[in-house]
């Protein structure tokens, strides 16, 4: 199966900093890879993806890319603000989600 | 729009009894998914459903989990005698099937505690 790996395990940034949040993937069949945000009680939040057929897509303050021949997606962040202090998981394959183990992000004022 | 909806939002039982969690996805998704969120596994796939048949099975972690949906819409995950190791919170998303095929919405989940 999938096994998706996602450094750095936290990340601690100062108010309007980039944060940068890597993962790999083992299955090269993956196609899709969305980012997900995950605050204190509630469910995850997606808020971004990207399919195989496409290196880089953004969003605003957000931007994910794709290399597919290293098998590697990043999720970039810029300006970063308070309210973007949540847990983040990468996830890889098609319908059947494998996930990061996440990384705790800390957005310092 | 309503988005996915779960309950109970917590759940408290001792070991060995029966507990049904219910997953309200958003209205015309035709596709649903459970996942189970542990501290020590992190996010885990249990089961998927295209319509009321559920083409993979494979992440539920033994006979005691079982999961249905009727009329294309609401699912019920059951987990019969539970055990500490079933404490954990439990997801439900849900995606369109066309279009846009695998972007899924969560629900916030239901904590289940076996004590």
């Known amino acids: 199966g999938e096994n998706v790996e996602q450094h750095p395990s936290t990340l601690s940034v100062q108010e309007g900093d980039s944060a940068v949040i890597k993962c790999t993937y083992s299955?090269?069949?993956?196609?899709?890879f969305p980012w997900y945000k995950q605050e204190l009680g509630k469910g995850p939040q997606l808020i971004i993806d990207i399919r195989s057929n496409v290196g880089e897509k953004k969003d605003q303050r957000i931007a994910v890319t794709l290399n597919k021949t290293a098998k590697h997606f990043s999720l970039h962040i810029t300006e970063t603000q308070p309210e973007d202090s949540a847990v983040y998981f990468c996830a890889a394959n098609d319908y059947k989600l494998s996930f990061g183990a996440g990384t705790t992000v800390t957005v310092r004022a | 729009g309503a988005g996915v909806s779960q309950s109970p939002s917590n759940k408290v039982t001792e070991k060995g009894k029966d507990v049904e969690l219910r997953c309200d996805p958003i209205s015309g998704h035709t596709a649903l998914y459970w996942y189970r969120q542990s501290l020590g596994q992190g996010l885990e796939f249990l089961i998927y459903f295209q319509g009321n048949s559920a083409p993979d099975k494979s992440g539920l972690p033994s006979d005691r989990f079982s999961a249905e949906r009727t009329g294309g819409s609401v699912s019920t995950l059951t987990i019969q005698r539970t055990q500490q190791e079933d404490s954990a919170v439990y997801l439900c998303?849900?995606?369109?099937?066309?279009?846009?095929?695998?972007?899924?919405?969560f629900g916030p989940g239901t904590r289940l505690t076996v004590t």
């Open positions: 299955d090269s069949a993956s196609n899709y």
């Open positions: 998303a849900s995606s369109l099937e066309t279009g846009s095929p695998y972007e899924q919405y």
